[in-house]
């Protein structure tokens, strides 16, 4: 993955807007490690090839980013998106990593379901 550059990660969002596709989209504060530290509070979200359209997608911020996906009814977005790629099979892999290199948001795109 690279470092977010704003003008390539937007005309990858783009380049899904208008199309039935399917996002991933996770997030984790540690939520595996939380068994190291029983006062730690962990809270994470997941969700798996859900088939939406959006309408607009968006980059904003200075880093790290938040991106943001207008559908009918409302919005999907992730914040702390600090690195991007187009994979091999053409899907938009969005992620953020914090000081330590560790996953904390991803957010991904793909015209076909994810495995």
Do not use: C
Not at 1 to 20: C, H, P, R, T, Y
Not at 36 to 45: E, K, L, M, T, W
Not at 52 to 77: A, D, H, M, S
């Amino acid at each position: 993955m690279e470092l977010i550059d704003v003008k390539g990660a937007q005309d990858a969002i783009n380049s899904f807007a208008n199309k039935d596709v399917y996002i991933h989209l996770e997030t984790t504060n540690g939520a595996y490690a939380s068994h190291n530290d029983q006062s730690f509070f962990s809270a994470g979200a997941f969700i798996r090839n859900a088939l939406v359209r959006y309408e607009l997608g968006k980059i904003t911020g200075n880093g790290p980013f938040r991106v943001g996906l207008k559908i009918q009814l409302g919005w999907i977005y992730a914040e702390g998106i600090t690195h991007y790629e187009i994979d091999e099979d053409n899907r938009l892999l969005l992620a953020g990593h914090d000081h330590d290199g560790k996953l904390a948001v991803a957010l991904e795109i793909s015209s076909t379901p994810f495995e």
